[in-house]
């Protein structure tokens, strides 16, 4: 998210959480702050790909971030400073057929959340899923966020998902009218049907 009054119009759907990505080779890159009034109850995520711990420093307290998304090739040990600023850490894997989910073990004492995406050469916003099935070989360690090419047709398959300890799902590419801008009536609708309570 980067415009104003977008980032106002979805507020009012009351996320839980509303991502700013700050990698630079992104679309969807934002390099001010926007000028909103936010709603507190909403955790702001600052994504980031390989950047240094100076940086993402300055950026939290730049844009107040709550939770610390790092999308790149983090070792654990940044993951453990950036935790100590006072910050939740979320950790990003990027799952393909041969994803060796050993790996998350390294990583689980010093992050709040992994997010699984797909992998692909770029880092993210590829409009494509992975094999959730892959995600029963995950110990559920930290609570996870769902990322992928979610679209508005796949609150069926999600809510059918056992097992997992599903803390939110990451919706971008295919609910945007274009980078940075999302379809606020398609999200509205997703919010509600994900959130119904089971019959």
Request: overall charge negative; aromatic content about 12%.
């Amino acid at each position: 998210m980067r415009n104003a009054q977008n980032i106002a119009d979805l507020i009012k759907l009351k996320p839980d959480y509303m991502g700013f990505i700050f990698y630079e080779k992104s679309p969807r890159y934002i390099a001010q702050a926007p000028d909103v009034d936010f709603d507190n109850s909403i955790k702001k995520v600052g994504v980031f790909v390989n950047a240094s711990e100076r940086t993402i420093n300055e950026k939290r307290i730049q844009f107040g971030l709550d939770i610390i998304q790092l999308h790149g090739d983090e070792s654990p040990e940044l993951c453990y400073l950036i935790k100590q600023s006072g910050v939740q850490v979320m950790k990003v894997f990027r799952v393909d057929d041969d994803f060796d989910f050993q790996i998350t073990r390294r990583y689980q004492d010093y992050c709040d959340y992994f997010l699984f995406d797909t992998q692909t050469k770029a880092f993210g916003g590829s409009g494509t899923k992975f094999n959730w099935r892959l995600l029963e070989q995950y110990n559920n360690a930290r609570p996870v966020f769902l990322s992928g090419g979610i679209g508005p047709n796949d609150v069926e398959s999600i809510t059918s998902i056992k097992g997992l300890n599903l803390k939110a799902i990451d919706v971008n590419s295919k609910f945007e009218t274009e980078p940075a801008l999302k379809d606020i009536e398609r999200l509205a609708g997703f919010i509600n049907n994900i959130r119904k309570p089971e019959a």
